[in-house]
Nanobody, 120 residues
Framework: QEQLVESGGGLVEAGESLRLSCAPS????????VGWYRQAPGKQRELVAS???????NYADFVKGRFTISRDNAKNSVYLQMNSLKPEDTGVYYCNADLYYSISYYGTYWGQGTQVTVSS
């Protein structure tokens, strides 16, 4: 059973937007620090953006100014808003998160991945 569930990928044209979501599959687990990664065909997985439990964010240079990572603690979810998408943003996007059960560290998990395809 996947501990993280991602959604929001799809096929868009260059210049359009998508919003990805990541949340624990079990309501008893709390999402903590999160990283969004992507993997293009034939390439290594790379970090796109991250957010700490306190909301501190970091971005890869290639998405700065276009992507925004955010969290909604009330919904126990993290989002990646992707604007001005380019064909080179195409790939499978993965959520990687530290999960907690109450105040105890539960583990670090990967989501199943969601495909983002940007046509030119």
């Amino acid at each position: 059973q996947e501990q993280l569930v991602e959604s929001g990928g799809g096929l868009v044209e260059a210049g359009e937007s998508l919003r990805l979501s990541c949340a624990p599959s079990a309501g008893t687990l709390r999402i903590n620090s999160v990283g969004w990664y992507r993997q293009a065909p034939g390439k290594q997985r790379e970090l796109v953006a991250s957010i700490s439990s306190s909301g501190i964010t970091n971005y890869a240079d290639f998405v700065k100014g276009r992507f925004t990572i955010s969290r909604d603690n009330a919904k126990n979810s993290v989002y990646l808003q992707m604007n001005s998408l380019k064909p080179e943003d195409t790939g499978v996007y993965y959520c990687n998160a530290d999960l907690y059960y109450s105040i105890s560290y539960y583990g670090t998990y990967w989501g199943q991945g969601t495909q983002v395809t940007v046509s030119s």
